[in-house]
């Protein structure tokens, strides 16, 4: 049997035409809208939904191209920006009664609540990010041989055909990679939650590289028309990273003080995947954030 988060209820809600999401729910009160990253599911979650579903409502999808979520073609390249995916995101708040709501995201989750709080501002009430910088600043910090560790963002960046071919050559292997070098603590995603991350990219491959290759294109035009306008993120928000900054050369204060006016930057102890390897940190920092 698939894992499940303990305690949720599991349905399709159609968010755009032709696109419906695998989401969990769970709990009552105000609603937090929970959205997963790379490599990963809903699953990621499992932890921290339980705890926030004691008080407040909690919605778990699996982002449209990921995980038992559907896989639309990506013909014009938009399929899979974030502004397409923070749509799916407010269409699905919405489908559960609740026009603002907080979000939380990781990693690809995290690009996507950014882009639904820039684009949907009075939806979102607070917002949260963990371990990534909005896409504009990520590729402007990459740079020397510090960007090696961004290798797949220029992999799955290239024109449809090579990335997906070689990816699905040895999907297991790649996706495997992240999880393991990205884990300070191997136990804290478990066997049956590993294989369950390792199916579900393994049967994403296109729609994952399309995800990515819009990061590359289309979101950074957006981004870009943010900048010029100099719109940001209205509510409050707080930010959750690896406390690393410095070996990599920049102030992620900073840049994120540059979109976040109203911001709390919190460095975490800890590796990418914070959620399952410090789930009690998150809880916390979400908490505080939701009392803001």
């Known amino acids: 049997m698939e894992p499940r988060i303990d305690g949720f209820d599991y349905q399709r809600v159609t968010v755009a035409d032709g696109v419906s999401l695998n989401v969990a729910a769970g709990g009552s009160g105000s609603p937090v809208v929970l959205l997963h990253g790379f490599p990963q599911t809903h699953l990621m979650w499992r932890h921290v939904a339980a705890d926030l579903a ?49 979000v939380a995201g990781h990693d690809r989750g995290a690009l996507v609540a950014i882009r639904a709080g820039l ?13 990534v910088l909005p896409t504009l600043d990520m590729w402007d910090v990459m740079h020397g041989t510090s960007a090696a560790v961004g ?25 495997g990679h992240f999880l393991d ?3 300070r603590n191997p136990d804290a995603i478990p066997a049956d939650i590993r294989a369950a991350y390792l199916k579900a990219s393994r049967g994403a491959v296109d729609s994952i590289v399309a995800d990515y290759r819009a990061s590359a294109g289309v979101d950074v035009e957006h981004d870009q028309a943010d900048r010029r306008a100099g719109n940001g993120l ?4 707080t ?14 204060t900073a840049l994120w003080g540059a979109w976040a006016p109203h911001l709390e930057h ?8 914070m959620a399952e390897e410090a789930p009690a940190d998150v809880v916390k920092a979400l908490r505080d954030l939701l009392a803001r």
Request: net charge negative.
């Open 54 to 102: 004691a008080d407040h409502t909690v919605i778990c999808p699996d982002l449209r191209g990921y995980g038992d979520s559907d896989k639309p073609a990506d013909p014009d390249g938009n399929a899979y920006s974030k502004r397409t995916m923070a749509a799916d995101v407010v269409a699905l708040a919405r489908s559960f009664g609740h026009e603002r709501f907080a």
């Open 119 to 131: 684009d949907h501002p009075g939806a979102i009430t607070h917002l949260a990010s963990l371990d």
């Open 151 to 175: 290798f797949h963002l220029y992999l799955m960046a290239q024109p449809y055909g090579l990335p997906e071919r070689m990816i699905s050559a040895s999907a297991d292997a790649f996706f």
């Open 181 to 183: 070098i990205w884990t």
């Open 234 to 237: 209205s509510m409050p928000v």
């Open 239 to 252: 930010v959750m990273q690896q406390d690393w900054g410095a070996v990599l050369g920049f102030d992620a």
């Open 266 to 273: 919190i460095p975490v102890s800890s590796g990418h995947f």
